[in-house]
């Protein structure tokens, strides 16, 4: 994806789940119950990896370009 976009996160699931950067900067939800949603607007280039505090073993990564 490009630099500017805004991706959003919905938790679908009847745990509770969130949305963290693994380190440094990027997403930081609170904790989405169901039908929650989540957005984040990444302003810079790189790879970030996520994942859920709750759930350690949920990943994901998000790529941007400029």
Same mark, same amino acid.
Request: with cysteine; charged share 10%.
């Given at each position: 994806?490009?630099?500017? #976009? #805004?991706? #959003?996160?919905?938790?679908? !699931? *009847?745990? %509770?789940?969130?949305?963290?950067?693994? *380190?440094?900067? +990027? %997403? !930081? *939800?609170?904790? $989405? !119950?169901? +039908?929650?949603?989540?957005?984040? #607007? &990444?302003?810079?280039? +790189?790879?970030? *990896?996520? $994942?859920?505090?709750?759930? %350690? &073993?949920? $990943? +994901?990564?998000?790529?941007?370009? %400029?």
């Amino acid at each position: 994806m490009k630099i500017g #976009t #805004t991706v #959003t996160w919905t938790n679908q !699931d *009847s745990d %509770p789940h969130t949305v963290t950067a693994k *380190s440094g900067a +990027g %997403p !930081d *939800s609170p904790t $989405l !119950d169901q +039908g929650a949603t989540y957005q984040y #607007t &990444f302003t810079k280039a +790189g790879q970030y *990896s996520y $994942l859920c505090t709750i759930h %350690p &073993f949920m $990943l +994901g990564t998000v790529v941007v370009t %400029p």
